[in-house]
């Protein structure tokens, strides 16, 4: 028998036998049809590539050189736009509008369908390309000025250009950005009337030249203008009134909208609009409150780019921040300063209508309301150069409150009357914090006790204050104030709470003095005074000229 081992030399032998016996093979070019066969299969798989496109590409070697000459545009914040179809577009991977648009002409140009990756490669390469070589360009959002001329959107490429003492209707000269939820304005018609604006929000007689003032500021960039505030008792119309005024100035597919839940989505969602409508609010805290006012004082807010990274983007904020409330919102008194309340009246049952039928009346208004407007401003640029030096004392919000003067002399020479209106709305504001604020209201109560507030500690006043507010707390220690968020949680927090309330105490003619270590102990002592008395006198620091030292007192 033979073994294994003598069956694998004997199977050895015989392959090396044959193997030096076999004809050397050589490769055959393949036929027209394999080949034809295997593109065919090769495009069935991946329709996006085409002959000479690499399958990496998927058509990115294509499209880049289609889009060459597109201008290219960078924004002051370092974004890029490429300027396709009389559009403006973000050279963001992310912008679905721009990848959409790439897809339809490139679909146009090769018949083929674009690869996502392939359009994505593209909007970078452009990006990186708009960063290096795109030309310096200022973006606007429904209002915009240059060269001293204002200019606001109508869309279709269309705007409104005015200056002093005329206006006209002209192709955009400048450029603004473009938002699905934006829609066109109506053509205005000179000689129009912007009274009709009352024809459909309910405004006391006394208030409509503030509140028309008010909407007309509003076309006015480069300014910072105060949030408005929409108040009014139930069945005032205060959303259909804050509706109004969004359509004329700012008009959209979202009229309304809610505030974001998350604080770091609110400057994204603001820089979307000329003039965002916030419905229905109640409670705003510090954090919210202060960012508001950043907004409206003209601040660029910065946001992170992705929670996955540190990368920061600069937004910028509107023009006008409008929105409606039964009654206050915040306890802060600088985003009071820079509110303007329109507060409207209740709708008598008997003048109610539907919205459908107002809303088909506005409609036919809304092009003489624009005109007369644009009649107004552009007479007021024409006054506003000289409002300035003739105003003696400008109140705050300046730039506002000398347009808005400029405007009111426009609509017949009531600018001063204007300013009394302002005045007494800033004074709105006040009596808000009274109503709101438990700290400003208990100080203000002290005051007006006949020894008014007795100076002393941070500890020691706050002490008094609360007693004010809670005479019988001392038994629980002030359980009720724990969470009354305007009242100081304990000495540390006094200045600070104090210091944000100091103008709204002068307007009531209160102040304080603030005495850095006046005690034996080194602490801090307030004394609060009524301004017609003028400041308590400080105590001078001790004289030590007479004091004898021992030898072993002396270092």
């Not at 009274?195 to 006394?206: A, G, Q, S, Y």
């Not at 209508?353 to 624009?370: N, Q, S, V, Y």
Request: hydrophobic share 40%; with cysteine; glycine share 8%.
């Amino acid at each position: 028998m033979t073994g294994p081992n003598n069956n694998t030399g004997n199977n050895k032998a015989r392959f090396l036998e044959l193997a030096a016996a076999a004809v050397p093979w050589e490769p055959s070019a393949p036929s027209a049809e394999v080949v034809q066969a295997r593109r065919k299969k090769s495009r069935d798989r991946d329709p996006s590539t085409s002959p000479g496109e690499s399958t990496g590409g998927r058509g990115a070697e294509r499209l880049i050189p289609l889009l060459d000459d597109f201008p290219l545009y960078l924004d002051d914040s370092g974004t890029g736009y490429l300027f396709h179809n009389g559009r403006l577009y973000q050279l963001d991977p992310k912008n679905q509008e721009l990848y959409q648009e790439l897809s339809f002409l490139y679909w146009t140009i090769t018949g083929k369908a674009l690869a996502k990756d392939a359009a994505g490669s593209t909007i970078t390469y452009y990006a990186a390309k708009a960063r290096r070589d795109g030309e310096a360009l200022e973006l606007f959002n429904r209002v915009g000025e240059r060269d001293g001329r204002f200019y606001y959107d109508l869309m279709n490429g269309r705007v409104v250009e005015l200056s002093a003492g005329s206006w006209r209707i002209i192709p955009a000269p400048v450029m603004f950005r473009a938002y699905n939820h934006q829609q066109p304005q109506p053509d205005p018609l000179p000689g129009g009337d912007t009274w009709r604006l009352f024809d459909f929000i309910r405004v006391p007689d006394d208030n409509r030249l503030l509140v028309l003032v008010a909407l007309i500021t509003c076309f006015i960039p480069r300014i910072n203008h105060p949030l408005l505030a929409f108040s009014g008792p139930q069945g005032s119309g205060k959303s259909f009134g804050q509706s109004i005024f969004k359509q004329i100035v700012d008009p959209s597919s979202i009229i309304l909208s809610m505030l974001p839940r998350k604080i770091e989505d609110i400057p994204l969602f603001l820089s979307r609009y000329w003039m965002p409508a916030i419905d229905n609010q109640s409670i705003w805290g510090a954090e919210l409150s202060d960012l508001l006012c950043a907004a409206c004082t003209g601040g660029v807010l910065e946001k992170r780019a992705l929670h996955t990274d540190s990368d920061m983007i600069a937004v910028k904020v509107p023009g006008v921040i409008t929105y409606s409330a039964i009654t206050s919102v915040s306890d802060r008194p600088d985003l009071h300063e820079r509110t303007v309340r329109i507060v409207l009246d209740r709708i008598p049952p008997q003048e109610r209508r539907t919205e459908k039928a107002i809303w088909k009346e506005f409609g036919a208004a809304l092009p003489l309301i624009l005109g007369g407007v644009f009649d107004v401003l552009v007479k007021a640029m024409t006054i506003h150069p000289d409002i300035e030096d003739s105003l003696h004392e400008l109140p705050r919000m300046a730039d506002f409150a000398t347009w808005g003067y400029a405007i009111a002399e426009a609509l017949g020479g009531r600018g001063n009357e204007f300013l009394l209106a302002y005045t007494g709305n800033a004074s709105m504001a006040t009596a808000d914090l009274l109503e709101h604020n438990t700290f400003f209201s208990a100080i203000v109560q002290g005051m007006e006790r006949p020894d008014g507030i007795k100076p002393g500690t941070f500890a020691e006043v706050l002490l008094d204050l609360r007693k004010i507010v809670d005479p019988e707390g001392e038994k629980n220690n002030f359980k009720a104030l724990d969470k009354d968020y305007s009242f100081p949680k304990s000495p540390q927090g006094f200045r600070g709470k104090l210091e944000r309330l100091k103008i709204p105490l002068e307007d009531l003619g209160i102040s304080y003095v603030i005495a850095e270590n006046r005690t034996n102990k080194g602490r801090v002592l307030c004394n609060f005074f009524k301004r017609a008395d003028g400041p308590p006198p400080v105590q001078a620091a001790p004289v030590l000229d007479d004091l004898i030292f021992d030898d072993s007192e002396v270092f």
